[in-house]
C-alpha cells in the first residue's frame, strides 16, 4: 500500500504563492506587487554594483569552499552586530551579544524559536496583528504558542497605539514580545519615538522580552543608523532581547540566505553560553550556514569605500520606492471621485503599502488588471515602476466599483 497517498495538497504560500501565480500569467501587462524584492524602474531585479565589486575582489583572492563553524562566518558574524548596534556600542564592547550568522532572517527566526521553546518552554510570543505572513509559520512549527496584539486601526489607516499597549500589558509576564524594527510588515506603519519610548515602558513593567525582527535596515529611511534607531532605544534601557537580521532586501542578497541572530545578554558570560546553545539548535537544524553571502557583507561593510557605495545605494532604491509612492498618490488622488483619503500611501513608510483592499478586491485586480498582491491588500511598491502607477491607480479606483 502507498504511504504517500494519503498526503494532502498544502495551501499556497500567502506571499510566495502570488509569485507562482504570477510567473504563470502570460498577459504582457502583469505585475507583480505580492514579494517584497526591490525591482528597478525597468521592472528588473537589481544586484547592487557594491556585490558585484565584491565578489569579483572575492574571485581574485580565490577562496576555499570549507566548512564554516557552525556559528557562521567570523568576520560576518562582528560586523553584523556593529551594523546593528554601533561598533562603540558598550554592549559591542563588553562582548554581551551572542551572534549566530542565520539563514537569511527566516532562518534566524526559526533558530530564536528554537532557542525560545527549548528554554522558555512556557512563554508565549506576542504579533502584530497583521504581521509579516510567515511569522505565524516559524513559530507554530518551532511550537511556541503566540497571540496577537492589535497593531493596525482601519479607522485610522493608522497604529492602533493604545490597543497595542493594553494587549502587550494583558499577557502573561515574560512574554516575547516580536517588534518590527522599522517599515512595518505590511502596514508601513511605524511607532514614533515617543511610542517606542512608552512600548519600552510596557515591556519593561512585564519583564517581557523585546524580539526584534530586523529585515529593512537601511532600506525604509536609507539610512543604516535611522533605521536601527528602535532597536538601540530597548538596548540603551538596558533590555535583554533578540535581533534578527536580514541582508535580503538592504543588500539585495534575497537568495543567498544571509541573515543573524543577536541576543544582548546581562553579562559575557552569558553571552557565551547562549551561544553556545543556539550552535546546538543549529549543528541538528542545518549544521553551517552558506560561506558566500557572509564573505560579500563582511567585504561590503569592511571596506570603507564599498561601505560608503552601499549607503549610496540604498538611499537610491530607498528614494526610487519614494518617488514611485508620491506619483501612486498623485494618480490616485487626481482620478478618484470619491473623496477618498489616500494620504496613508505617502505617511507609511517601507517596500509596501497597506491599501485596505479586501480579498475580493485584491483578487479582481488580478483577474481583470493582471496585478498580483496579496490577499491582504498589500502591494509591494518596490516592484511598481513609475511609468505603471497611473495603470495601478485606475485598477484600484475600479476594485471599489
Ligand atoms: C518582516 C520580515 N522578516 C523577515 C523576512 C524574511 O526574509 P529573508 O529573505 O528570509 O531574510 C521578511 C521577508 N519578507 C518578504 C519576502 C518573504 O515573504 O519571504 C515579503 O514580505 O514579501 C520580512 O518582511
Redesign the pocket.
Known amino acids: 500500500v502507498s504511504r504517500f497517498e494519503g498526503v494532502t495538497m498544502a495551501p499556497p504560500?500567502p506571499?510566495?504563492g502570488v509569485s507562482e501565480a504570477f510567473r504563470a500569467d502570460t498577459n504582457d501587462l502583469k505585475l507583480n506587487l505580492?514579494?517584497?524584492?526591490y525591482r528597478t524602474e525597468e521592472l528588473q531585479p537589481y544586484v547592487l554594483n557594491v556585490v558585484k565589486k565584491a565578489e569579483k575582489l572575492m574571485l581574485e583572492r580565490g577562496e576555499n569552499k570549507e566548512y564554516l563553524p557552525i556559528e557562521g562566518l567570523a568576520a560576518f558574524n562582528k560586523v553584523t552586530a556593529e551594523l546593528l548596534f554601533g561598533a562603540d556600542n558598550s554592549v559591542i564592547q563588553e562582548g554581551r551579544v551572542a551572534t549566530i550568522q542565520g539563514?537569511?532572517?527566516?532562518?534566524?527566526?526559526r533558530l530564536a524559536a528554537a532557542f525560545i521553546h527549548r528554554y522558555f518552554p512556557d512563554a508565549k510570543a506576542l504579533i502584530s496583528s497583521p504581521?509579516?505572513?510567515?511569522?505565524k509559520n516559524i513559530f507554530n512549527d518551532a511550537r511556541v504558542p503566540w497571540s496577537e496584539y492589535r497593531y493596525y486601526d482601519p479607522r485610522t489607516v493608522g497604529l492602533d497605539f493604545d490597543g497595542m499597549v493594553a494587549d502587550i500589558k494583558a499577557a502573561p509576564d515574560g512574554s516575547f514580545v516580536l517588534l518590527?524594527g522599522c517599515?512595518?510588515?505590511?502596514t508601513g506603519i511605524d511607532p514614533t519615538p515617543e511610542q517606542w519610548e512608552k512600548i519600552a515602558d510596557v515591556i519593561q513593567e512585564k519583564n517581557h522580552i523585546p524580539f526584534f525582527?530586523?529585515?529593512?535596515q537601511g532600506f525604509a529611511s536609507g539610512s543604516l543608523d535611522a533605521d536601527a534607531y528602535s532597536v538601540r532605544l530597548f538596548v540603551r534601557r538596558g533590555f535583554e532581547l533578540l535581533v534578527?537580521?536580514?541582508?535580503?532586501?538592504n543588500l539585495g542578497l534575497?537568495a543567498e540566505?544571509?541573515?543573524a541572530i543577536n541576543v544582548v545578554c546581562s553579562s559575557s558570560d552569558a553571552g557565551t553560553r547562549v551561544k553556545s546553545q543556539l550552535k546546538r539548535l543549529a549543528r541538528p537544524m542545518y549544521s553551517n550556514p552558506p560561506v558566500h553571502g557572509a564573505r560579500i557583507v563582511a567585504n561590503v561593510v569592511g571596506d570603507p569605500n564599498l561601505f560608503n557605495e552601499w549607503k549610496q545605494e540604498m538611499e537610491l532604491m530607498a528614494g526610487r520606492i519614494k518617488n514611485v509612492r508620491q506619483r501612486l498618490y498623485e494618480n490616485l488622488s487626481e482620478k478618484d471621485k470619491s473623496g477618498k483619503d489616500w494620504s496613508f500611501v505617502l505617511k507609511q513608510i517601507g517596500?509596501?503599502s497597506y491599501t485596505g483592499l479586501h480579498k475580493a478586491q485584491s483578487d479582481h485586480m488580478t483577474d481583470k488588471w493582471h496585478i498580483y498582491m496579496?490577499k491582504d491588500g498589500?502591494i509591494?511598491l518596490a516592484g511598481l515602476s513609475l511609468s505603471k502607477c497611473e495603470y495601478l491607480a485606475d485598477a484600484i479606483i475600479d476594485s471599489f466599483h
Not at 517599515?183 to 505590511?186: V, W, Y
Not at 534578527?244 to 532586501?249: D, E, G, I, L
Open positions: 504560500d506571499i510566495l505580492g514579494v517584497g524584492a539563514l537569511s532572517g527566516t532562518g534566524s527566526l504581521t509579516w505572513g510567515n511569522h518590527h517599515a512595518h510588515n505590511p525582527d530586523v529585515a529593512y534578527a537580521q536580514s541582508y535580503s532586501k534575497y540566505r544571509i541573515g517596500m509596501f496579496t498589500r509591494s
